[in-house]
């Protein structure tokens, strides 16, 4: 679910924003460097800034995060080549929020 929310994010971030923004939250993500990934993406969006893995990898350098995703290959490993379909985001941020929710109890 992680992977398919960044992948809906990387393909299409202003439509993703413009529908599911207000439900991004650090939280929903697990993994460390997923929940770096998504941080950075919605910041480089907010700023008016395109959201690809180059503005992703310059931004995570600048801010001094790279080396928590892996590096420049992190990025592009946790960053999935192939992109989920933005009907089935729903379902994956409804998955993220469950299990965020659960990680709290």
């Known amino acids: 679910s992680e992977q398919g929310v960044l992948s809906a994010?990387?393909?299409?971030?202003?439509?993703?924003y413009e529908?599911?923004?207000?439900?991004?939250?650090?939280?929903?993500?697990?993994?460390?460097?997923?929940?770096?990934?998504?941080?950075?993406?919605?910041?480089?969006?907010?700023?008016?800034?395109?959201?690809?893995?180059i503005t992703i990898t310059n931004f995570l350098r600048r801010s001094g995060a790279l080396d928590k995703v892996g590096g420049a290959g992190g990025v592009t490993d946790l960053l999935p080549v192939e992109f989920s379909p933005m009907y089935a985001v729903e379902h994956y941020l409804a998955e993220l929020e469950d299990m965020a929710a659960r990680r709290r109890l």
Do not use: K, W
């Open 9 to 16: 994010m990387c393909e299409n971030m202003d439509a993703f």
């Open 19 to 53: 529908r599911y923004g207000t439900r991004i939250r650090d939280e929903l993500f697990f993994h460390p460097a997923r929940r770096i990934l998504a941080h950075a993406m919605v910041d480089l969006h907010v700023s008016a800034q395109p959201v690809d893995i």
